[in-house]
Structure formats: C-alpha cells, structure tokens
C-alpha cells in the first residue's frame, strides 16, 4: 500500500491530468497541482532512479537532464559529479554510457580542460571499439582529434587522425554513415562557406594582405547575415566576432582608425547580445581597444586595456599577444622597471606560446629594446630572427627597425638599403604607421632626398 507521502503526490497528479485534459482544459488550476506537489518536497528524480534495477532509460535519461539544467544554471560543479556516477552506472548500456561520455567531455572542453575531455574521449574510443560500435567509435576518435588541435598537440593529433582515417576508408556499414564521418560535420554545411572565408581572413592578415583579409572579411559577413534571416545559429555570431575581430586589425594597420573603432563598437554590441560570447570574448576586445588607444597614441588607456585583457584571459595565445603590446607600451614610455619585469613573459626563447608568428614578434620586441639602449649590433642580430618567419609585415616592421639603426651607426647606405624594400612591402600590405616611419627616417638620409619614391602616407 502506498505511504501517505505518495498518496498525496499520486492524489495531486491524478488531479492535475484531470484539469489539464478538461474540455477546455484548466491549465491554472492543473499547476497549481503540480506546485502543491512540491510543498511535499519529494526527492530528487534521479536519487531515486539509482536504487532501480530496471528502467534504465529512466535512469540516465535523469541523469543527463538534471546535469544539462545545472550546466544552464552555470552550476557546471554539480553536473559533473551527476555524470561520473552516471557513466559508472551505464558500463552495460552502450548506447547511454557513449552518450554521458560526450556530454562531460563536453562540459571539460567548454571548460578549457582539453586534457581531461580529451582522456574521456579515450576511454570512449576504447569502450566503444569493446562493445562493436564502429560509427560511435570513429565519432570519439575525430572529437578527440579536434580537442588535440584546439589544444595545438600537433604530435599527438597525427596518429588520431591516421586512425580515424583508416576506418573510415575501410568502413564496411551503411554508406550514408560513411559520408557523414568522411565529412565530420562540426558546423552545418552552407556555414562550413563562412568557416573557409574566416581562415582565408585570418592567413591574409597573418600573412600581411590586409586588402585581401578585407575583400574575404566582406564576402563572409554578407554569408552570415544571408543565414541569420534562415536560422540565427549561435555559431554563426561566433564566427561574425571572429571576422570582426581580425577585420579591426587590419583597418588599424591601414590607418582606418573611425573604422575600426565602429567595428569595435559592433563587436561590443554583439557580444552584449549573448553573455556566453561576453564571456568567451571579452579579453579580445579589451586587446582591440589597447591596439586602437596605442595607434592614438593613448599609450595610458593602452595599458589599462592590455592589464584588462590579461586579467580576464586564459587563452595562451591572446595572453602572449597581449603581453607583447603591453612591452611595446613600456618600451615607448621609457619605462625600463616595468618592461624588464614583463621580460621573462615575452623572451622568445622560453614563450609559453606555440605560435611561430608570436615568437617572431617576440625576437622583434627584443631588438626593438636593445635599440631603445643603443645595443645596436645585438639589436640587428635579434630582428634576422624576427625575420625568419617571412611574415610581411613583421619583416616590414623588421627592416626600417633595421633601417633606423644603421642611420644611428652612420651608415647611409645600409640604411637606405632596408628603408627601401620595407617602403615597397609597407605600401603593398597597406601598412600606413611603416609608411610614416620608413619617411621619416629616409628625410635623414641625405642621398633618400634626391630619389622619387612612391610612398602615400595616408
């Protein structure tokens, strides 16, 4: 016979469907039934599913739910603990133990802890190869690869990759499941046009083509409001940032300063949109707004965005970026203290970055310190690494650095010698703040007066 307690919880449900179903239905009254229930205070679905043998859809379907609705809440430390026992559980039902392996990998990878998310995975690679399920085994190979490259393990992701690859070419099930994980949709397919539009972006600013980063940047906004009107994807305002975020560079290296300030005003705006993009993408416009108060010459405001940017980031890239600038803010402020304290963040040979283009920088904020204290053949040495790389606009950077000092030596000649390729690579790019400076330096060279350069400082 049922308790008391029951009885009451069955008595206030049955009432509830019998108002819900009422022609018309009562729908006020239904909930006041089911919120009477809770003055009950009955125990939590899935504390009571774990003592039952059966049902197991019951079970973990609970489990999965209420770890989803506190990862919602952003109370992601009670959803974990959920999941575990969850998965502890499920060790006999392939189809829910794969499916909570995904979900607090998941929930790791939002975390930024790749490690982890990256070893469940494994360990749902292995259970899935144990229990025969060939597709669900390919699917954690291919997201632990890409957590390996979001993580930039390179070594590591080859061999995932090399396997991943070898099932899918000798896979022996349906055909369409094959084309699927040939594919590997992480986007939907008319977003993956945007997602090549963004990487052509990013390698042309890399590269130094701004004209080209801003004819693809262009191209790709225009793909995105076209399938916001269809479906506005969350994705897609992640990639819209994104776009935004290299486009604003790029005006700030061709002197279009209003420009980018609009677009970091568009940035702001969509970010305030959605917390979550807020949160993610914060750092980045605190770094944007730093780079725009230093074209201004705002070197104050510079810093305090930079110190911003690096107190809300736990991205190893942008943290490096941004410690970079900050150095160049020193160092244009005569503030030796503060640059020589930053120095063990920012030496090249010990960066905390994988980038080759950052180490780069790296080599040319060095030579750009000992230049500032006259160590002029160090200076020369550290910026043919800085070099290396062959970005243009780095080596743009590099040369009339260069330049200035073999005009500091007294050297005519060499001087003109590096002024003049980086006035030729400065006006390709366009690189305005290079054009500005490779002129004032070929004004105090007297033989630069009596040559025609086509130089277009605005």
């Given at each position: ?84 026992k969850a998965i502890e559980l499920s060790q006999h039902n392939v189809y829910w133990h794969c499916r909570l392996i995904f979900q607090l990998a998941q ?89 090549v539009y963004l990487v052509t972006v990013m390698h042309s600013m890399q590269a130094g083509y701004m004209e080209k980063a801003q004819k693809y940047t ?241």
């Amino acid at each position: 016979m049922a308790s008391s307690q029951d009885a009451w919880y069955l008595s206030l449900l049955g009432l509830a469907e019998h108002f819900r179903t009422s022609s018309p239905p009562m729908i006020k009254l239904c909930i006041q039934c089911l919120q009477a229930v809770f003055n009950f205070k009955p125990p939590q679905r899935w504390l009571l599913s774990q003592v039952i043998n059966s049902f197991d859809d019951v079970k973990f379907e609970a489990a999965s739910v209420l770890a989803e609705l506190y990862e919602q809440q952003e109370q992601i430390s009670l959803s974990k603990p959920i999941l575990r026992k969850a998965i502890e559980l499920s060790q006999h039902n392939v189809y829910w133990h794969c499916r909570l392996i995904f979900q607090l990998a998941q929930i790791h990878a939002t975390e930024k802890d790749y490690t982890l998310a990256s070893s469940l995975l494994g360990v749902g690679v292995d259970y899935a190869h144990i229990s025969n399920a060939s597709y669900t085994r390919v699917l954690f190979l291919l997201s632990k690869g890409m957590l390996l490259l979001i993580d930039k393990k390179l070594q590591e992701v080859q061999p995932v990759l090399n396997q991943a690859g070898h099932l899918i070419e000798t896979w022996t099930g349906a055909v369409y499941q094959k084309e699927y994980l040939k594919v590997y949709f992480l986007v939907l397919q008319e977003h993956l046009y945007v997602l090549v539009y963004l990487v052509t972006v990013m390698h042309s600013m890399q590269a130094g083509y701004m004209e080209k980063a801003q004819k693809y940047t262009d191209k790709a906004l225009m793909q995105i409001e076209k399938l916001k009107i269809v479906d506005n994807k969350p994705i897609l305002s992640v990639f819209q940032l994104m776009l935004l975020e290299h486009i604003i560079m790029c005006r700030l290296v061709m002197g279009n300063k209003t420009q980018a300030l609009q677009e970091i005003s568009s940035a702001a705006a969509l970010c305030k949109q959605c917390p979550r993009l807020l949160e993610t993408h914060g750092p980045q416009l605190h770094t944007l707004l730093g780079l725009y108060s230093m074209s201004m010459n705002c070197m104050e405001a510079a810093e305090a965005q930079f110190i911003a940017a690096l107190n809300t980031s736990r991205e190893r890239e942008l943290w490096t970026f941004a410690n970079l600038n900050l150095a160049i803010v020193y160092l244009r402020g005569k503030r030796e203290a503060d640059f020589v304290a930053l120095h063990d963040r920012i030496n090249p040979e010990s960066l905390p970055s994988h980038s080759h283009s950052l180490r780069a920088a790296a080599y040319y904020v060095q030579g750009l310190q000992a230049f500032f204290q006259g160590r002029y053949n160090e200076a020369k040495e550290t910026l043919k690494m800085a070099n290396a790389e062959d970005l243009n606009r780095l080596t743009s950077c590099s040369l009339v650095l260069l330049g200035h000092i073999f005009l500091s030596l007294g050297n005519s000649r060499e001087s003109m010698n590096m002024v003049t390729p980086a006035m030729q690579l400065a006006s390709k790019i366009p690189d305005v703040h290079v054009q500005l400076w490779a002129s004032a330096i070929l004004k105090g060279i007297p033989d630069a007066r009596t040559q025609p350069y086509n130089v277009d400082p605005g």
